[in-house]
């Protein structure tokens, strides 16, 4: 139910030399970085909880239509009552299964991008639930770009969302996205 798939994992970045960004294994020479940013990835909540309803409410539907059908058919009382055993199990399987995806959004963090833009195509560098430190991560970037002998290292704890990219500027653009 979530579009993310969040891989976790320990992150360096830094800028050393004064001439390139580090973050993890990923370099970015600061003269071509256009522009650095924070974007917020927000988990779609209210989406989720209009799909758990309508799955809910049609497996109510269904179930009643099936539990009826069962009751007025020409089953005897057995019959009718082991289809009726039967719905309420599904029906207690396939809640749990709709539960269990509406708690997961439900408890998934607002993550915090940092984009590195260049000439080209804008990067998620990295991915972090510390919006502090992704907006103090943008502002020493900026800083070495117009300090050539800055330098700094901060340690964060970083999410990987793959290559799914949303372009900044225009109306709704999404770039690459391989997942």
């Given at each position: 139910?979530?579009?993310?798939?969040?891989?976790h994992f320990a992150c360096r970045a830094g800028v050393s030399r004064g001439w390139i960004l580090w973050v993890g294994a990923e370099a970015y020479p600061l003269h071509n970085i256009a522009r650095a940013t924070t974007v917020r990835i927000r988990p779609r909540?209210?989406?989720?909880?209009g799909q758990f309803l309508a799955y809910a409410l049609l497996l109510v539907v269904v179930s009643g239509v099936i539990t009826e059908a069962a009751r007025h058919g020409e089953l005897n009382n057995a019959d009718s009552?082991?289809?009726?055993d039967l719905v309420l199990l599904l029906d207690a399987?396939?809640?749990g299964i709709l539960v269990i995806r509406l708690v997961s959004v439900l408890v998934t963090p607002v993550y915090h991008a940092l984009v590195i833009e260049t000439a080209g195509t804008p990067y998620t560098a990295?991915?972090?639930t510390?919006?502090?430190?992704?907006?103090r991560l943008v502002f020493q970037i900026m800083d070495a770009i117009d300090n050539p002998e800055a330098e700094f290292q901060v340690s964060v704890e970083n999410y990987h969302i793959g290559d799914k990219i949303n372009?900044?500027?225009g109306h709704n653009n999404i770039g690459k996205q391989a997942n």
């Open positions: 139910m979530t579009e993310f798939d969040f891989q909540r209210m989406a989720a909880l009552g082991a289809v009726t399987v396939i809640g990295l991915v972090s510390d919006k502090t430190i992704v907006s372009m900044v500027g």
